[in-house]
Structures are given as structure tokens and as C-alpha cells.
Antibody
Framework: EVQLLESGGGLVQPGGSLRLSCAAS????????MSWVRQAPGKGLEWVST????????YYADFVKGRFTISRDNSKNTVYLQMNSLRVEDTALYYC??????????????WGQGTLVTVSS | QSLLTQPPSASGTPGQRVTISCSGS????????VNWYQQLPGTAPKLLIY???QRPSGVPDRFSGSKSGTSASLAISGLQSEDEADYYC?????????FGGGTKLTVL
């Protein structure tokens, strides 16, 4: 059974940093692209970043370029999102999502339950 | 402002057929397949349709997807109360994943 378990969210001041983790199980982690998608309170889904399987190419939404870094540790079956220079507008529930091989990177077949990031002074 | 445009709301009565549209451009829907996600209240999104018209295992055949040119549609037939949820389209666009703004479906 595929499981994605996010952690690392919390309350941080504007300008601060957080590192989110997503521990995966139930599939051969290294073979799959992994992504982070966020949802601000009462708002829609917003893609944040994707890291491919294999060669680990990375992709970012324009609003996080230069501030967030996605990475993966295949030995730990974990994907990370390092978030720096956090802004109030980064407040959201951050979901980890598993990619579907053979289909475009917007195809997420499994999602975690999310970890809440609150940026406030 | 999302690159994919969805109506903010839709509604129907039990048993009806409803459709939700997703309008894009040549760089996203026009060049890639479309995925649809269902988000029930208080839960994580779930893949409903992938590759424009394919259903993952376990998704009822009441749900169907289609794509034509730079637009896509999700159709739900035999509407049920448990279909009340938010629905999102998504695809790839020149090194970015793009989501529609979401459509809130109300079952009257």
C-alpha cells in the first residue's frame, strides 16, 4: 500500500525557514517523480515543485524560485522541501504527491494528508 | 490568475448529468493530456481522471473526461450526494504544473 507521510510544518515568522519532509513507502521510490502541492486556507490547489525520479531534475513554480529547494534521498525514501525567506502568503497546507510514470508531471496518483505551514509574526 | 480556467461553481440534482469545463491554451491543454482531481471536504485530493479520459482503478464509470483542442471537460452522470466536492483540472505547461482554480460542485 502506497503511503506518503508529511512532517515538518509549523508556525514560523516572516523571513524564517522550514524544512518539510515526506516519507514514502509501498513503492520503489527512486523510480518516481515526487511533488509538493499547497493549498492556502479556503483556496485552491497550487503546484509548488517537482523532482523527477532517476536524474532528479527539479522544477519550481515562479513564486518560489530562489526561495524553496526540493530534494530527495532515495536511501531514505524521502523527499524534502527546504523553504527559506518565508512570506505570509506561503501559509498553506503542503501536500506531498507521487507522480505517475509515463504521464505528464501533473499526474499525481497518491497524495499525503498534508502538513500545515503558518507564516505569521 | 490560473492558466487553466474553470467555473467556480456547478450544481445538479441527484441522478442528473453535470459537466465541468477547463479552458487552457496551446502551451498546456493543447499540448498535453489533462488530469482531474476530486477533493472531498476536509480531505486530500484524489486522482479522478488521468490522461484526459482514463479512470484509475476504483473510480466509478459515472465519471468521464474528454479533451478537445485547448479545452477539457469532466462529466459526472447519475449524480450522487457523495459527489459534492471541489474538482480541479491540471496539466503540464512548459516546465510547470498548472491547476485550474477549482469548481465547487453542489448536489441540490
Amino acid at each position: 500500500e502506497v503511503q506518503l507521510l508529511e512532517s515538518g510544518g509549523g508556525l514560523v515568522q516572516p523571513g524564517g525557514s522550514l524544512r518539510l519532509s515526506c516519507a514514502a513507502s509501498g513503492f520503489t521510490f527512486s523510480n518516481y517523480a515526487m511533488s509538493w502541492v499547497r493549498q492556502a486556507p479556503g483556496k485552491g490547489l497550487e503546484w509548488v515543485s517537482t523532482i523527477s525520479g532517476g536524474t532528479a531534475f527539479t522544477y519550481y513554480a515562479d513564486f518560489v524560485k530562489g526561495r524553496f529547494t526540493i530534494s530527495r534521498d532515495n536511501s531514505k525514501n524521502t523527499v524534502y522541501l527546504q523553504m527559506n525567506s518565508l512570506r505570509v502568503e506561503d501559509t498553506a497546507l503542503y501536500y506531498c504527491a507521487k507522480g505517475t510514470p509515463g504521464y505528464n508531471y501533473g499526474t499525481f496518483d497518491y497524495w499525503g494528508q498534508g502538513t500545515l505551514v503558518t507564516v505569521s509574526s | 490568475q490560473s492558466l487553466l480556467t474553470q467555473p467556480p461553481s456547478a450544481s445538479g440534482t441527484p441522478g442528473q448529468r453535470v459537466t465541468i469545463s477547463c479552458s487552457g491554451s496551446s502551451s498546456n491543454i493543447g499540448s498535453n493530456t489533462v488530469n482531474w482531481y476530486q477533493q472531498l471536504p476536509g480531505t486530500a485530493p484524489k486522482l479522478l481522471i488521468y490522461s484526459s479520459n482514463q479512470r484509475p482503478s476504483g473510480v466509478p464509470d459515472r465519471f468521464s473526461g474528454s479533451k478537445s483542442g485547448t479545452s477539457a471537460s469532466l462529466a459526472i452522470s447519475g449524480l450522487q450526494s457523495e459527489d459534492e466536492a471541489d474538482y480541479y483540472c491540471a496539466t503540464w505547461d512548459d516546465s510547470l504544473v498548472v491547476f485550474g482554480g477549482g469548481t465547487k460542485l453542489t448536489v441540490l
